[in-house]
């Protein structure tokens, strides 16, 4: 299961669309949720927004990759900020992908670590 964490709800839907048409089972949200959940829901890869209308997806990530139950699990960052690539290395993404995206790239990205 693929998890998005994306407050645009049009970008959110356009994920989902594109994912469950590739075949992935999707579950999106609008905010971040605890490591408790995402234990509970076990994705095979987090597709994260940065920019949140509650908090940051960089910290949800740093939270993330910390935990020794949850660090296994990739994290892609997905947003439009300045230097994703840095923010991404700073909080231990896995990867990032730059808005506005390819949905190619998404596809694939989402294919390189969840497969």
Request: net charge negative; glycine share 4%.
């Amino acid at each position: 299961m693929i998890l998005i964490i994306e407050d645009d709800k049009d970008i959110q839907d356009l994920m989902v669309y594109i994912l469950r048409d590739e075949g992935f089972q999707v579950v999106a949200l609008a905010e971040t949720i605890s490591l408790q959940d995402i234990l509970e829901r076990d994705p095979a890869l987090i597709l994260l927004d940065d920019r949140l209308a509650v908090g940051r997806g960089r910290d949800l990530c740093r939270k993330l990759k910390n935990d020794p139950l949850t660090r296994r699990i990739p994290v892609v960052l997905v947003s439009a900020v300045k230097d994703l690539g840095e923010v991404a290395a700073a909080c231990g993404a896995n990867a990032y992908l730059p808005k506005p995206f390819d949905l190619d790239e998404l596809v694939a990205i989402t294919q390189r670590f969840s497969l």
